[in-house]
Structure formats: C-alpha cells, structure tokens
C-alpha cells in the first residue's frame, strides 16, 4: 500500500524508509547514533520529499478499459520506484531515486492481471510485480531503458483468505496478503502459518513465495518452499494452476520453478499454504559462550539433533553487544521450543545441556508457557532479558538502519548459507576483508557482525551487519563496492548469493557466477515461452 | 548390473521379471497362489528365455573410441528393454518385449557420459539412463520409431561414494550406486542414508533423483528430494554442477529442476547427499482398527501431531490379510519410531495412545532397542508378528507378483497422494471402479486392497495392489484399462497420478492431464534447450 493512499485508520507507510513513518527515529535520535560511528555527518539528511523529485508525467497512458485499476499519483509512483535496501534509502534521501515507474496498477483478480499482461505485452510495458515492497536486493525497480514504459504491478488489493480447509490445514490465499491480515483472517481458524520474516508487516504471501522467503522457523522447514501446496500464476502465456497435493513424485515440482521466480515467469496471484495449529506451549532460553568457536559447535549439535527448535540463533559478540543481549563479549545462543500439543521444556532443557556441554554457561530457562497461558520466570543471568532484548532489536533494526543511513552512515546488512566445513573461514574472511575495505575506502574502522539465522545439519546461514562511515554524497556506490567484496569472499568460499533475500538485481553478479550454466539455459528459454514479450520484471535473475 | 553379465561372487539378476533369479518362486509355488485366484491358468507360463526372442543385430555400431564402453550382447541388451513393472513381466513372458536397445553403454565417469552424448547427439540415437532398472512405470524402454537405433546408457559402472564429510553429514556418491553398495560404503562412516524404498536392493542414487523416489520415511522428509544438497547432471548443452549448500534462496533451485526429470534433460552422474547418524534407538508397535475410517482419523492426528513417525503406514483389512499383520477383518496400523539421539519408546507409547483414542485397539509397544542393541519383547496380541510379517511381505512382494504373472493374473499396484478431504472417497472409489471394471472384463472377483504409505500434515498418500484373472495371452492390455479406469478416478479426486513411482511412459496420459500448460510450456522449452537433438529418454514427461 502506498503511503500516499493512507487507509481509514492506519498509519502512514514511509515512500522512501522502512515501515511507518511514524516509527522513524526523529533527527535527534538519528544524531545520537550517528555519532556512534566515526566519520559520519554531524546532522541527519533531511526526509526526503516527493514534491522535491519533479516527477515527470507517465509515459503511457493506460486504456480506458483498464484505467480504474491504475493510478499515475505521482506520490504512489514515487512509493513504487524501489525497494527497502539500504541502498535504496540512500538514492532516496540523495534525491536519485530508481526510475520511477509511469503508472502504479492494483488488480483485484486473476483476470485483471492477466488483461494488465496483456495490454503490457502489447505496449512492450515492462511490468514490476510488488507485494510490500520490501525486496533488499532491487527486486521491485526498473532499471535499464530497453522498455519505453514501466508498470508497476501491486497486488495489495489481493488480499483475502479465501478458503480455510480446517481439516488438511490448509488455506487458499490471495498472494497481495500482507503478513498481519494474513494471520488475522487465520486467527478464527485456530490455524497459523507462522511465516514470520523480519518485514512481516511489510510483505505478502506472493512476495514470500516469488523469493523463496526465509521465516520463522530456524531449522527444519525454513523457507516458505516447504509450506506451497500449489500455486496460481498468471504469465502471458496463460494461468498455471497447479493441483492441491501433499506430495507428489509427477515430474519436477511446477512450483519449484515458480517459487523464487521473482515476477520473472508470471505472477503469482494465490496459493494453498499449509498451515499449524497456534502453539500452545512456548519455552526459551539463553546461553552465552566465551568462544565463538565453541558456539558453533553447539548450534551444529544441535541442528544435527532430533531436539529441532523453532528459533536457534547465534549471535557473535559484536551482534550480541548491538542487540543488547549481551556486553561482556560473550556469543549469545538465542534458542525457542514451541509445539501445539505437548510441553516444550523438557526439550529446551536437553537443548541447554547439549549447548553446556559445548562450553556454553548461563543457559537458562528463561520463559515457559503452558497451555493456561502461564508463563515461569526462571531467569538466569541475563537470561530473559537477553532473549527480549534480541526480539525488540530485531524488529527495529530496520528502522535504525534508515536512521543511521540519514546520518551518512553505511548500514547494511547480507545473508548466505554455506556447509560447516566451510562456516568458521567464511566467517571470519567476511568480518576481515569487509572490514579492511571499509577502512580503506573511509579512513575509519567499521563495524562487521555476524548472527547464524538459520541452521542446517549439514551447514549454516550467517546473516552479517556492516556499520560503516560514509562517503558523502556517495553512501551506496561506496555500499556496493563494499558488497562486492563481500560477494567475492561468498565466491570464494562457496557460500550462496542469498539464504533467504532473493536474487533481484543487487545479487546478479554473484547468482550469474553460482548458477549452473545448463540450468541458466532452461530457465531463459522457460522465461521466453512464458514471457515473449520479456515484460516481466526485466533483469531479475535472466537477461 | 545386466542377468547375464554376473559378477563374481554374486547372485544372478532376472532378466525378464523381478530382483534375483534364485528368489523366485518355483513353479509348485506359482500354481498354489495361482489357485488363490480365480480364472487364472492351471500351470505358469514358462520363464522366458532370451534366446527366443530372436533379437536382430544392433542397427548402430559404437565409434572405435567409444567401443570399449559399449556392448551388443543380446541377454545384456533383453536386460535392459524395460523395466520391471507388471506389464513388463507379462510382456517379457509373453515373448513380445519392448524394443530391444541396440547396444549397452557403460561409461565409468562423466567424460565418457559426455562423449556418448555427442555421439548420440550426432546420429539421432536415443540413450535411455539406466541405473537399477526398477522402473515401473516404462521409464527406461524405448517407445516408437522415430530414433534409427537405441542405446541403453546403465551407469552402474559408477558405483562409489566419492567423498565423505562427516562434520557435515553429507557424501559425495556416484549415480549408478546400487542401495546396498552405498550404505555398505558409508556404514564405515557411521553415517546412512536411510532411503529404503521397496526396490533398495535394485535401484540407485541417480534412479532415486531422476524420478524423486520415495523412501524410508513416511513422515516428514518422505522424498529424496530432500537429501540431495547438490547434483551434478551431464546434459548434451554442457554439465550442470550446482554448489553444495544447506539451502539457498537465489532463484528457482537448478536441482529441483532435475529432480523428477527421468533422464530427459540430462545423465545425473553425481550428488552430494544429506546423511544421518545411524539410528541407535527403535521402537515399534502395531494398532488394529475395527473401523477403517478409524483408523484414517488416527493417522491424520499423527500426521498433523509433534510425533514424526519414521513408519506409519495403515493397512487396510484386506492388506493387512494379505501381508499376514492380521487376518480378522482388522485394518492395521504399522507405526516405528528411529533416533540416533535418545530412546524413542515415549514417543511410540504417545503415538500408540493417540491411535487407540481415535479406537484403535490392541496396541503395544512390540519392539525396542537400545543403544546396548538389548530388546524389550513386550508384544500384545499379534503385535511383534505384524510388524515383522508386513515387513516380509514388502519385501517378497514383487517376487510373488511376478510368480503371479506366470499364471495369467493380474497383480500389480499403484500409488497416489491426495489431500486428507479427498482420501476417504478416492480410496472407495478406486476399490468399487477398479473391482467393477476387472469382473467385467473378466468375469471374477478381484481385489483391491490398499495401504497409506507416507501420510502428511495436509493428506496421504494411497497405495493399491490389484489381484484379478487376466485375460491369456493379453494380461498387460486389460492391465492397461484398469490402469485407465484408475487413472481417471484419480484425476477426479484430485490425486496425483504418482506419489513416488514417477511418471515414465506408463503415466503420461494422466501427467499430461494434471501438469498446468504453462508448465509444460517451459519444460519443453528447457528440454529443448538442452537436448537439442531430443535423443534423452524420449516419450518421458514431453515429446
């Protein structure tokens, strides 16, 4: 939803930031983490302004049989232009936004996108699928001039529960859901889908699936993948439906071609997720580690156990010390139990003493619910604080990151997986070739964190903050040089592009070197039957 | 491994029917089951011999360079003219076969799988990969003529585990890796795949990928798909080799793409797979049910429960007769719990009371092994012995088929998954359309009986053995129309046409009917793309 249609009784979405402009961190806080980093300016850049763009007018005109569905509100278009990297706050806030899309459509049905298609294809319009907007990787913007006009497609208006099958738990959903109605039209249901990414209120079921989302869960079923149960994509060749099925053995999976498409094949208009039951008994604890070496041997252990807990995070000293979990230098494993038919704390315990046994201390059990809703306090030392004070972190930092990026600031983060062997070189060639760059290219030290998000028995997804100062006027050329280098390390270490950010067109250089070259052959040629025309979301993971 | 190549020390292969030629049932034995059914014949058909086929010499000679890895002997080239489905039995005993390959190639790395390519390529001679040759669905035949010759491509020449990483719990493992060859060479390790599926002794790695075999466990990660962390696949536009990674969320995954192709994009030569700790724990049990409904009611808790069953699988009554796990009219519920990590006797116990609360009865914990090896013999009523009689029966199964075959009965099975709302009906629809179409055609009785094989949070996946009179001298064409009427009750229930069978030849009308057009549109497109010349398996997944 752009923030410049304000809906009755919401809060106001921020065109160029994270979030609700209402959360923004005012001058005064940003100058106090600004002053955190050396090298950064002395006062917040001021919040950008549409009127400030001179946005000329589109390009193309929509006809008057599709014309209810589109806008060309300069302020609308403006919200459209990017997504949420930190990269394109910076081009925001320096006044060179991405190419502004000409007209903004909000299609209610399967059948509009596809008329949308079909006019695009016709004009040769290139269209931008969005669902909240909040790719990371450019995954939502034009770029290039191959195309004369750009739409950019938001299903928003797709945003119902449709069919609940309380029974098989599952749900059809509309694919512009976003996270929080999402899970209030499952609430009645008893029933949960329990995606929870960092931009969960910013996001949607579709943008989930077309990226192949990371959520909740820290091991076992990670990404959204696993929760498909079939999926309905509209391509300007027709609309693929694919059945309702628990499994299936009939060729390759039709969803696994759609899923982390990224708008590039079709857009995904609906799907059957599968769905929980709302837990009922929660357990979690902390446990800190001298050694980060020791940590990651306990988070192997533990992925390689039957014990699978839904949260199973580590965080190394610096991310420790920045979430406020811990500031003694210690690593803090941030680990959750939650099941919807039995008490969770006995596994928690075993959980503890497998990371005890690792030379964790301190792990406690910090809050247990049961199913009364009652809840035990049985904090060690900055057991339960150490857990909140991740969660509260965890969900501001996009916010702060804006914040600091008005500063002058670099502040960003990235995310890969790699195997165990690989994990403790990786980590550490990150940290110090990212950290030599930034100091290279700034005159000052900068920060470089790193937290397992999601773990694997067979390896790891590190997940690193970069805290870094600027170059004025520069912020995301001096960022991409920066990401480069960390890219090259990715490479090097045979770490993936991206664990759960998608591709877009930040992480083409690397996806283009990653992905196989047959592979690369099959998916042009499925793009060029589905997408003659090549409207698509040009650039996006094919050429 | 060809019947009439035998290697030293080892049992001979059939060539015409299933596993080894020594476990056959003789001819006394046939005529006694025989009499099992009625309007079968009076005395089995002979074993056929390959000398009576009359096989012409090959149409195609190998280039001088390729001739050390080809053969045209004619047992090796009858061997591999099909698989081992019902209908290839019947075809085999009936002396009309598919079409003979022309010649057997059997590279020992990927270079010789890529010269055989081009040299296919370049004549327009069909390769059909072979790897145990346990299809039943007419994956590994030839089909048609629009190839001037045929080249059965077997890769059991490619039999060993490469690598092993045992912090990572993965191994490197050649395709044409037989199951028992590839848990012998991991054992060492501590290490298993555990993939069982009924054909383990006669299928391998690169058979299971190709056609997204289903194997051990009937909860949870049910599929190989979910083992194989990379693949390395020969194609005739290059080799694919995507990296080893825990999880990725850069694009479409490259593997899942080859998963399920049944060799009509390339020759997988290779995979690193996920491995566990072999399991030092394991508790079984058996529930009756006087009430099939019951007992689906029950098997849809543990599916939808915390539980995780390694084996749950549901017999129903006349199953569970033929199998020997009860013989009062009781559906039967098979369940088996497996950690590596701590005793799982709670978690039976757990599973055995849900089940009795939906009305099982009789449940007992009947088998449970500690890390000491030691028992506990704690068997209830027809417990212990229904457990071990199902197992015997699973795995003598396709032998008896085949002893079946030669007295002119039709004995065969098929699969499906459907969501849990279609279960009930498919399962009653199959047994009462299936059961009318054979008494019509040939005027007996049959038997349709089914079992639940893997079962999901969101539906289950049927398994149906079908034992009716054939019809002499034409068994695999009435076969065909029960498999047609099948089909079609399939497709109006919404189940997939297979589970874990794969599609093959045998599947295509169904396949054709289930896949969504726009998916097929890129399937073919990237097949075209990269078999370029349409020598791979041809009639598989697309023309």
Redesign the interface.
């Known amino acids: 939803m752009a923030g410049t249609t304000p809906q009755p009784h919401s809060r106001t979405r921020s065109w160029w930031g994270w979030g609700w402009e209402d959360a923004h961190p005012d001058d005064a806080e940003c100058t106090a983490m600004g002053a955190l980093i050396p090298g950064t300016l002395a006062r917040p850049l001021p919040v950008p302004r549409v009127r400030d763009l001179g946005i000329a007018g589109p390009a193309v005109e929509a006809p008057r049989s599709l014309a209810h569905l589109v806008t060309d509100d300069p302020g609308d278009r403006a919200a459209h232009a990017m997504g949420k990297a930190y990269r394109d706050v910076v081009r925001a806030l320096r006044g060179r936004p991405g190419r502004i899309p000409d007209l903004v459509a909000r299609p209610t049905d399967d059948r509009e996108v596809a008329d949308l298609l079909e006019w695009a294809g016709e004009r040769r319009v290139a269209v931008v699928p969005y669902g909240g907007g909040s790719s990371v990787s450019g995954g939502v913007e034009y770029r290039g001039d191959a195309h004369g006009a750009v739409m950019s497609l938001d299903l928003t208006a797709m945003g119902r529960v449709l069919e609940v099958?309380a029974?098989?738990?599952?749900a059809r959903i509309q694919a512009g859901t976003l996270g929080p109605s999402l899970e209030d039209q499952l609430r009645p249901h008893g029933l949960t889908l329990r995606h929870f990414p960092q931009s969960f209120e910013f996001s949607t079921l579709g943008g989930w699936l077309a990226?192949?989302?990371?959520g909740h869960y820290a091991t076992g079923r990670?990404?959204i993948d696993d929760f498909a149960?079939s999926m309905r994509?509209v391509?300007p060749?027709?609309?693929?439906?694919?059945?309702?099925?628990?499994?299936?053995?009939?060729?390759?999976?039709?969803d696994?071609?759609?899923?982390?498409?990224?708008g590039a094949?079709?857009v995904i208009t609906e799907a059957w997720v599968?769905l929980?039951?709302r837990p009922r008994h929660k357990a979690s604890a902390s446990v800190a580690f001298a050694r980060f070496d020791d940590a990651l041997r306990a988070v192997?252990a533990l992925a390689?156990?039957?014990?699978s807990p839904a949260n199973c995070r580590l965080l190394d000293a610096g991310e420790a010390a920045l979430s406020g979990a811990a500031r003694d230098g210690s690593a803090v494993l941030v680990l959750g139990f939650e099941?919807?038919?039995?008490p969770v704390t006995a596994r928690l315990d075993?959980a503890v003493a497998l990371a005890r046994s690792h030379g964790g201390r301190s792990g406690a059990t910090v809050g247990a619910s049961g199913a009364s809703g009652a809840s035990r306090a049985d904090a060690g030392p900055g057991g339960d604080a150490a857990v909140s004070a991740w969660r509260s972190a965890f969900l501001r930092m996009p916010y702060l990151r804006d914040g600091l990026a008005r500063m002058g600031a670099v502040a960003e983060t990235f995310e890969t997986?790699?195997?165990?062997?690989r994990i403790p070189g990786l980590i550490e060639a990150v940290r110090t070739e990212v950290g030599a760059a930034a100091l290279k290219a700034t005159g000052h030290p900068a920060t470089v964190n790193c937290r397992l998000t999601?773990v694997?028995?067979?390896?790891?997804?590190p997940y690193f903050t970069v805290l870094a100062a600027g170059r004025d006027g520069d912020e995301d050329a001096l960022w991409d040089d920066l990401k480069a280098v960390a890219v090259e390390v990715l490479h090097r270490h045979?770490?993936?592009?991206?664990?759960?950010?998608?591709?877009g067109r930040d992480?083409r250089p690397g996806?283009d070197r990653?992905?196989?070259?047959?592979?690369a052959?099959?998916?042009?040629?499925?793009k060029?039957?589905?997408d003659p025309h090549g409207i698509l979301n040009p650039g996006v993971?094919v050429d």
Chains 1, 2 share one sequence.
Do not use: C, I, K, N
């Open positions: 099958d029974e098989g738990r599952a990226t192949r989302a990371g990670t990404h149960q994509v391509t060749a027709g609309t693929s439906s694919s059945w309702r099925l628990p499994a299936s053995g009939a060729g390759p999976s039709p696994r071609l759609f899923l982390g498409s990224e094949l079709g599968r929980q039951a192997r390689q156990s039957d014990l099941s919807a038919d039995e075993r997986a790699a195997t165990w062997d999601h694997y028995p067979d390896g790891a997804a045979g770490a993936t592009v991206t664990h759960h950010h998608a591709v992480h996806y990653q992905r196989p070259e047959p592979f052959l099959a998916l042009r040629a499925a060029a039957a589905l993971l």
